[in-house]
């Protein structure tokens, strides 16, 4: 049942994802034309307010969705905290490769 719980998790992070990512990158765009560096401002829209937007709007569009993560046993504030661990996974990732590849 576990694994159930987990993919649910993954399932729900990758469904924010999208959103997410444009939002993110959509802000970092803005702040490179105010000078600010652009994979910083990527990463840290990424786990902040990329997250929440897209949280948001999931919640709006599919918020029906949340019935099947509720029979698993999973709560809403589980899946948040999982997404939120998938960014800030991703954002360290981005930042990783490009303080090492320069």
Same mark, same amino acid.
């Given at each position: 049942?576990? &694994?159930?719980?987990?993919?649910?998790?993954?399932?729900? %992070?990758?469904?924010?994802?999208?959103? *997410?990512?444009?939002?993110? =990158?959509?802000?970092? #765009?803005?702040? =490179?034309?105010?000078?600010?560096? /652009?994979?910083? &401002?990527?990463? /840290?829209?990424?786990? &902040?307010?990329?997250? /929440?937007?897209?949280?948001?709007?999931?919640?709006?569009?599919?918020?029906?969705? /949340?019935?099947?993560?509720? *029979?698993?046993?999973?709560?809403?504030?589980? #899946?948040?905290?999982?997404?939120? =661990?998938?960014?800030? #996974?991703? %954002?360290?990732?981005?930042?990783?490769?490009? *303080?090492?590849?320069?």
């Amino acid at each position: 049942m576990l &694994t159930a719980k987990i993919k649910a998790c993954l399932y729900y %992070a990758k469904d924010l994802l999208p959103v *997410n990512l444009t939002l993110s =990158l959509l802000i970092a #765009l803005v702040g =490179l034309v105010y000078g600010l560096p /652009f994979w910083k &401002t990527f990463s /840290f829209s990424l786990v &902040t307010g990329g997250a /929440f937007v897209s949280s948001y709007i999931y919640k709006r569009r599919r918020g029906h969705q /949340f019935y099947f993560f509720y *029979n698993l046993g999973i709560s809403l504030g589980v #899946l948040q905290i999982s997404a939120l =661990l998938m960014d800030i #996974l991703l %954002a360290a990732g981005v930042l990783l490769v490009k *303080n090492n590849f320069r």
